[in-house]
């Protein structure tokens, strides 16, 4: 055992490795199972400090939950389920939570390819990033170009991008690069609330706010040539990363759901030490409701991302010509829950702030990807640059197949607001040849890489853990806030 | 931030960030001060220039379903959420009638918004609280931001 930093009381707490740190069941006399962290020693300081150990230790005491839960390296503290929490729970007598997906359904992210290079943009990236700010309806409020009647926003829920497919947004491959082909078999429109079409009903193609994005990249640096030539993937490839979900759509979901589970949980004798981790079992009339709905939101979310995609290749042609293509690399969720089967058991995987990451064997992962992995993108912190790899086999029995999702929050908004004036950041994020449209420097403040953990540090303990394997660093060339 | 409450006595709020998320504390004399209150501290994080300038202030009755205080409040806050995003309509204050332990009739007076705002997802029962404490009825309510 190795000696290390500890939060007063918890004296159950061993490191494993230098990557993974456990805190046994005996930590608290309710936890069902361990709790592990992937971490380490630095982003174990940064992780104990806040309550996202005391979260990961609750979402142990859900009812089914088995083997471990587990915290990436990103992780930290969140509402019910910290940010960058991974749980499993038997279908058959297990939970499902709606806080272990968080308001954000779906939210994920796509990586796109260009086939030019980085140098071939010269002077024109300042109007590319412009016309993007101008195609894509941001964080201001305002609504998307599509207005969706209930029968075509049932179609989305249904049919998720095969429908964007029919109406001319999407293309076969994309729907083939897109985790579960862009569409959740299980969902449930009339499980979906008026409330909660309503808000996403101008929504569709819209980025949101918060620490959303549309960011123009350049393919910095290449660790692994071969897998990043399976990806498409060279040195100076002009590229382009979007980083939204569903929008108030999703917000709603969680929202009517939380509101359900927390009145429904006397009847199936339910405790939790956590209100918003209110759950229901999976197999109950909530439990099944919810999980309709969520697949529903879910797919509204990989519409979304396709929207966007659609208005971002229009506006690369109308800057850059008519014979410039984005070729769709993977689109991959972080907040979702999915029944996976795992060790011969059917379970269902809440991954909140958490990314899949199977491996080159995997049936899911993509044929293309075959004998590679299924890709994963880490976006670091505004700017910064962001991380591809590839999902491990071995991930299946260290984190149900999952790895993290970002760089991770170290410093709360308000926090890095009072750091560094928005203006500062802008200036910074200019100096260094990054265009950048963002409608207010409060949130530039807010987003700023100070406010965010070392995101090479992370993924050097993704790859070191054996979650994923490093391909291949993204710079930000160009950043369109949210 | 403090404001005369209905029965003159003093209410206030303040908000706390942590890592993610926001957390709105909130104290009354009593419940429905309180989520009076909250109505004000919500309408707070309204940048003013949103607001619509033509139209005068409308009241609406509005209600929330809850199985207690706490759930009440979340409630309530989620309310002004949808109304802000969907109908462009910002409560600015309310008179609040508590019909039982968490169950809110609620007039709420609000402004129209330019546009929807959208910067809040959601209230969540993370930690939500509310209790008689130092100053009153005390209540605690984590934003989703």
């Known amino acids: 055992m190795t000696v290390m930093t500890r939060p007063p009381g918890l004296e ?32 174990w300081e940064q992780i104990s400090r806040d309550r996202t150990l005391e979260q990961l230790m609750n979402v142990a005491t859900l009812p089914g ?14 509402y019910g389920f910290p940010v960058g929490g991974v749980a499993a729970f038997r279908t058959t007598d297990g939970i499902i939570s709606p806080g272990g997906v968080g308001y954000d359904i779906n939210c994920g992210v796509r990586l796109l390819v260009c086939n030019r290079s980085a140098a071939e943009v010269g002077d024109q990236l300042e109007p590319l990033v412009h016309q993007l700010s101008r195609s894509i309806p941001s964080g201001t409020g305002r609504g998307g170009k599509l207005e969706m009647s209930d029968a075509e926003l049932d179609r989305v829920f249904v049919e998720g991008c095969r429908y964007l497919e029919e109406r001319g947004f999407a293309t076969a491959a994309d729907l083939l690069h897109t985790e579960s082909g862009g569409c959740l078999p299980g969902a449930d429109p009339s499980a979906v609330s008026k409330r909660a079409r309503e808000r996403g009903r101008r929504q569709l193609g819209t980025m949101g706010g918060g620490n959303h994005f549309v960011e123009v990249e350049r393919v910095d640096q290449v660790f692994d040539e071969p897998a990043a030539s399976a990806l498409g993937l060279q ?27 927390d009145q429904a949980m006397a009847e199936y004798g339910i405790v939790i030490p956590d209100r918003q981790l209110a759950c229901a079992p999976f ?27 659609h208005l971002s290749r229009r506006a690369f042609a109308s800057v850059l010509g008519p014979d410039v293509e984005l070729r769709l690399v993977y689109d991959v969720a972080h907040n979702v829950a999915k029944v996976e089967e795992y060790a011969g058991r059917q379970l269902c995987v809440h991954r909140k702030g958490a990314t899949r990451a199977f491996g080159p064997s995997h049936p899911e992962t993509p044929a293309a990807y075959r004998g590679v992995g299924q890709p994963v993108f880490i976006p670091g912190s505004m700017g910064t640059g962001s991380a591809v790899l590839v999902g491990r086999d071995e991930a299946g029995e260290l984190s149900f197949g999952s790895a993290c999702h970002g760089a991770g929050r170290r410093m709360s908004r308000g926090e890095a607001r009072r750091t560094r004036d928005g203006a500062d950041v802008k200036r910074e994020l200019v100096a260094r040849g990054i265009v950048v449209r963002c409608p207010s420097l409060k949130e530039l403040a807010e987003e700023a890489p100070f406010a965010y953990k070392d995101l ?5 303990v993704v790859h070191r853990a054996g979650l994923a394997r490093k391909v291949a660093r993204l710079s930000a060339m160009g950043v369109v806030k949210g | 931030m403090s404001s005369p409450s209905l029965d003159g006595e003093q209410a206030g709020h303040e908000l706390v960030d942590h890592t ?28 003013s220039d949103r607001r619509s300038a033509d139209e005068e202030p409308a009241w609406r009755e509005l209600s929330v379903e809850a199985r207690d205080r706490a759930a009440g409040l979340v409630g309530w806050l989620n309310e002004i959420i949808y109304l802000c995003e969907v109908e462009q309509w910002l409560p600015v204050d309310a008179d609040v009638t508590e019909s039982d332990s968490g169950r809110l009739r609620v007039r709420a007076r ?12 959601a209230a969540t029962l993370h930690n939500a609280t509310v209790r008689e404490g130092g100053r009153g009825v005390e209540g605690e309510v984590t934003l989703d931001v």
């Open chain 2, 110 to 121: 609000g402004v129209r918004l330019e546009m929807p705002f959208v910067l809040v997802k």
């Open chain 1, 12 to 43: 159950a707490i061993r490191r494993v490795s230098d990557t993974l740190v456990e805190i046994g069941v005996d930590a608290r006399h309710d936890m069902r199972v361990p709790a592990r962290v992937y971490a380490d020693e630095a982003l």
């Open chain 1, 65 to 78: 939950v088995v083997d471990a839960v587990y915290a990436m390296p990103d992780a930290h503290e969140g």
């Open chain 1, 235 to 261: 040195e100076d490839q002009l590229a382009l990363l979007i980083h939204t979900g569903s929008r108030g759509l999703g917000h709603q979901v969680c929202t009517d759901y939380v509101s359900r589970m």
């Open chain 1, 456 to 460: 090479d540090r992370v993924v050097d």
């Open chain 2, 20 to 47: 993610s998320e926001v957390t709105l504390r909130l104290w009354a004399p009593t419940f429905p001060a309180l989520v009076a209150e909250a109505t004000r501290a919500f309408a707070d994080l309204v940048p």
């Open chain 1, 283 to 309: 197999v109950s009339p909530p439990g099944r409701a919810y999980f309709g709905a969520m697949c529903a939101a879910a797919n509204f979310a990989w519409c979304n991302r396709q929207m966007i995609t």
